[in-house]
């Protein structure tokens, strides 16, 4: 099969290599992730010929001998000559049993650079990032950008275009489908689904009550981008007939986020420049999987707000950013985004309808005190500065999916 390269991950991995640190590239399954270490491979045999590459690929049946720490460092050591220039790339590393002893053994004895691949963020458990204690790099991998979107799928940049985007989601296996083909994808996002809870919730988990998980995934998809606190949940749990405890809902809910397919997002005071706890807003790591969950695909009219939200946090995300809900005085922001020294705040909107809707959307920016770029982003044709909001950027959604802001 084709390689598509995803340039904004290749630069990001390559400027990182060779740097002393392990890179670990995470991610929800089925968003590209072996692709992208085929990829970085592709790249090192090019630009370093005389580099030694040792690819494990777990999910080929080749590597099956592979199951144990030592399995793994034998054969690193027997394929890899200390003082070369070696790379070891392991795709889906939390299929050998204790991983992490030949990492952490290869790493001390600077055998060779490694990249590893995984599917869930049990692997960034408080106990392994003890154990790797500042020897490793995360790099988040994510499903498509629009604009990989439109690569992927041979198409142009276009408002049908971005419809379909909303519409199918990011997903890279969608480019095996015609868009016309709503079974068909409609079977093939099912499947991812249904991958990531029974591999990376249930058997993880040992989930016992999986009509609960089910209920709480469709509670998520249905309230995104709304405010959600445990109590809230129990409340819909209970009106579907199924009481459970806070416990159980909390733990739950750990289990979803760390199979990546559902990320909280704290609320973030903007004047007092300080994190609230215990109610966050929950989105979807691929809005086209939100959509089938909801059995909302083809027709996403009636969801259109969260779904604009869940993409506009999704590019920042990609772009590198820290995404917060942000909170004032009076009002909320949709997204306060942080990178260094960065911070830019944006609210979005399908349309701006009417004068309340623009003193909500407007007004509410014109509220925060600093200096920082602040945006309107919304699906109108009509775009540009409002002159009773001085300072405030009003761009159509392609405009902004299009903006890369710099690294």
């Known amino acids: 099969m084709k390689i598509i390269e995803r340039p904004i991950y290749i630069q990001r991995i390559i400027r990182q290599l060779n740097r002393g640190m392990i890179l670990v590239l995470v991610g929800q399954r089925r968003v590209g992730k072996s692709f992208i270490l085929k990829s970085i491979s592709q790249w090192l045999s090019k630009h370093k010929p005389e580099a030694n590459i040792l690819f494990i ?39 050998i049993d204790g991983y992490e002893k030949a990492l952490r053994s290869l790493y001390a004895e600077e055998r060779c650079q490694i990249i590893v691949t995984g599917s869930n963020a049990y692997m960034f458990s408080s106990e392994i990032a003890t154990k790797f204690a500042g020897r490793y790099i995360e790099i988040p991998i994510r499903s498509l950008s629009y604009e990989e979107f439109l690569t992927f799928h041979h198409i142009d940049d276009s408002n049908e275009s971005l419809i379909k985007y909303l519409q199918f989601g990011g997903m890279p296996g969608l480019v095996n489908y015609e868009f016309d083909e709503i079974p068909e994808i409609r079977a093939y996002l099912q499947g991812v689904i249904n991958t990531v809870v029974v591999k990376d919730i249930v058997a993880r988990e040992q989930i016992r009550n999986f009509r609960l998980l089910e209920n709480l995934i469709t509670f998520l998809a249905d309230n995104a981008g709304q405010l959600v606190s445990i109590n809230s949940i129990g409340k819909y749990q209970k009106s579907q007939g199924t009481a459970v405890t806070n416990d159980s809902i909390s733990r739950y809910l750990k289990s979803i986020c760390s199979a990546l397919i559902v990320d909280s997002v704290s609320r973030y005071d903007i004047h007092g420049k300080r994190l609230f706890e215990m109610v966050d807003k929950y989105y979807f790591s691929d809005h086209g999987l939100r959509n089938i969950i909801v059995n909302e695909l083809p027709n996403i009219y009636g969801s259109i707000e969260k779904i604009l939200e869940n993409v506009v946090r999704h590019h920042l995300l990609i772009l590198g950013f820290e995404v917060y809900v942000g909170v004032l005085p009076s009002g909320e922001i949709d997204f306060v985004a942080k990178r260094g020294e960065e911070t830019m705040y944006f609210q979005v909107a399908y349309r701006l309808t009417g004068e309340e809707t623009i003193k909500r959307e407007f007004g509410n920016l014109q509220m925060i005190r600093d200096a920082f770029p602040k945006y309107v982003v919304t699906m ?8 009773e909001y001085p300072g405030i950027r009003h761009i159509h959604l392609r405009e902004f999916l299009k903006m890369r802001f710099r690294e």
């Open 380 to 387: 109108e044709e009509i775009t540009g500065p409002l002159k």
């Open 57 to 95: 690929d777990k999910e080929f049946n080749d590597y099956s001998f592979i199951s144990t720490s030592e399995d793994l460092y034998h054969h690193v050591i027997d394929k890899l000559p200390a003082g070369g220039d070696n790379y070891l790339l392991i795709d889906e590393v939390q299929d």
